[in-house]
T-cell receptor
Framework: QKEVEQDPGPLSVPEGAIVSLNCTYS??????FMWYRQYSRKGPELLMY????GNKEDGRFTAQVDKSSKYISLFIRDSQPSDSATYLC??????????FGKGTKLSVKP | GAVVSQHPSRVICKSGTSVKIECRSL??????MFWYRQFPKKSLMLMAT?????????EQGVEKDKFLINHASLTLSTLTVTSAHPEDSSFYIC???????????FGPGTRLTVT
């Protein structure tokens, strides 16, 4: 069983739509949950992270963790063409041993 | 803040040669640096974790004699792929963390092609 599952997409939405990106994970010991954005042929950019369960909001982005179902989500409000990228979820412990999902490719059409 | 650079961005080498990739944290001191490998349409895979002045910790299945990691200072880590083979061709990405190892900032990556 893979440790972090993420639908690779591609996901195509019109500009202004609300985007929902999701991952599931298997290791209940994971405490940190990250979301990265990666443009083609570039390194991942840290968007936000949460510790344990709950929500975290940063501008148009909201990260949500449900540890009971081992489900993590990223919501993007008022999506823009510049949000088009691959979004990677990752989970791990305090030592930094992050396990990544494969990434979901998002395309926001003007 | 939290800018990480990598050099070179792209390298082509012949089978059997060695290649060194540098990772630098430009505006902060990184207590921990990480090296990842990413194959097309695959997850980022952690190869090793290094702390300044200490030996790197390698993930299971990663050959430490093939992938030499040196973390000489709080702003520089190097990965040397020794005796490279075509199957080592991949996208190698480093990340650096200040005081929280899970809060990692990634470099732009190095595309290695072994012919």
């Amino acid at each position: 069983q893979k440790e972090v599952e993420q639908d690779p997409g591609p996901l195509s939405v019109p500009e202004g739509a609300i985007v929902s990106l999701n991952c599931t994970y298997s290791n209940s010991a994971f405490q940190y949950f990250m979301w990265y954005r990666q443009y083609s042929r570039k390194g991942p950019e840290l968007l936000m992270y949460t510790y344990s369960s709950g929500n975290k909001e940063d501008g148009r982005f909201t990260a949500q963790v449900d540890k009971s179902s081992k489900y993590i989500s990223l919501f993007i409000r008022d999506s823009q063409p510049s949000d088009s990228a691959t979004y990677l979820c990752a989970t791990g412990g305090s030592q930094g041993n992050l396990i990544f999902g494969k990434g979901t490719k998002l395309s926001v059409k003007p | 803040g939290a800018v990480v650079s990598q050099h070179p961005s792209r390298v082509i080498c012949k089978s059997g040669t060695s290649v060194k990739i540098e990772c630098r944290s430009l505006d902060f001191q990184a207590t921990t640096m990480f090296w990842y490998r990413q194959f097309p349409k695959k997850s980022l895979m952690l190869m090793a974790t290094s702390n300044e002045g200490s030996k790197a910790t390698y993930e299971q299945g990663v050959e430490k004699d093939k992938f030499l990691i040196n973390h000489a200072s709080l702003t520089l880590s190097t990965l040397t792929v020794t005796s490279a083979h075509p199957e080592d061709s991949s996208f190698y990405i480093c990340s650096a963390a200040r005081d929280r190892a899970y809060e990692q900032y990634f470099g732009p990556g190095t595309r290695l092609t072994v012919t």
